[in-house]
């Protein structure tokens, strides 16, 4: 098999990807209905995989699909996954649907889930956003009440981000009854008198393994630190904010709508958690 052509996973082979096919009667692709994971890959060694397959099985239980596979057998081919592609960082994309079957609301008789995995290179964050951040807006947040499940059902995710994009900003920061929630693709932390808060987990935002992660390293470090709800006030008067994702890692967001976010570089604390942040992942390269 020629080396250069990415090799993804669809339903049980590993096959090149012009050859992964799947049927227009697949319910991902007539009713969004199914599930996703991004997990990074860094020097092929994967980024707190255990937090991501949890998340996996607490979706999978909540749009009731039996997961398919077992936490090794998802880690064996993942594995097998990455080694097969050959870019050196990674992201690897991971859906369940509830697979092929006459189009109906109701949930099919027979479980059948399609499981795609797929992977693409993971740019490291660029020196210009570590000098100069990137430019936020804040957005009404319209999606569901169930923002807790990573759905592939992505539509008013991706409306938002394009609406921040068509404003010249990389993400929408979403308010829901007056309070930051979370990124169109990302966790929100912001930093306010000196102290580093995000919002708490539950149903209104995605449980983030990286928000997780910052929210680890900040306890370690006896940073400052609350899980409470952000305000827009909050937002508008924060020293700092910053975006969290899988694939942007720690965003510094240095404007927000027309306003500088204090000297409009990326702020002291952001400094010193990137920091400890990429020596994680330096620790997690030089792991066996
Ligand atoms: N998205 N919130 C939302 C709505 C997200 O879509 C994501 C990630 C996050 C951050 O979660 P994590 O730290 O586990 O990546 C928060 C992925 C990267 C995506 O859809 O591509």
Not at 89 to 108: K, M
Not at 238 to 266: C, F, H, M, R, Y
Request: charged fraction near 20%.
């Amino acid at each position: 098999m020629n080396t250069h052509e990415p090799i993804v996973y669809l339903n049980g082979e590993f096959v090149a990807l012009n050859n992964a096919h799947v049927s227009v009667l697949d319910r991902g692709f007539i009713f969004g209905d199914g599930v996703y994971e991004v997990i990074p890959a860094y020097g092929k060694h994967l980024f707190r995989l255990q937090h991501h397959l949890e998340r996996l099985n607490n979706n999978l239980k909540a749009i009731q699909i039996k997961n398919p596979l077992s936490s090794n057998d998802w880690q064996l081919l993942i594995e097998q996954l990455i080694i097969k592609n050959n870019f050196n960082n990674q992201s690897v994309y991971l859906q369940i649907t509830r697979g092929v079957a006459p189009r109906d609301h109701n949930f099919p008789h027979q479980e059948n889930p399609t499981v795609f995995m797929m992977t693409s290179a993971l740019e490291k964050q660029s020196v210009d956003i570590a000098n100069n951040g990137v430019h936020a807006v804040s957005l009404p947040d319209n999606r569901w009440q169930n923002c807790h499940i990573k759905s592939i059902s992505l539509l008013p995710n991706v409306l938002l981000r394009q609406q921040a994009l068509d404003k010249g900003a990389v993400e929408a920061i979403l308010i829901r009854d007056g309070m930051a929630t979370e990124g169109a693709a990302s966790n929100l932390f912001i930093v306010l008198d000196d102290c580093l808060i995000t919002p708490p987990k539950g149903p209104l935002l995605l449980p983030g393994v990286t928000r997780d992660l910052v929210v680890e390293l900040a306890i370690k470090k006896n940073t400052c630190l609350k899980e409470q709800t952000i305000t827009e006030d909050d937002l508008n008067n924060a020293q700092e904010i910053w975006l969290t994702s899988s694939t942007k890692e720690i965003l510094p967001v240095t404007k927000l709508n027309d306003k500088s976010v204090s000297s409009g570089k990326p702020g002291s604390h952001w400094h010193e958690m990137m920091a400890d942040y990429q020596h994680y992942i330096q620790t997690l390269e030089q792991s066996s």
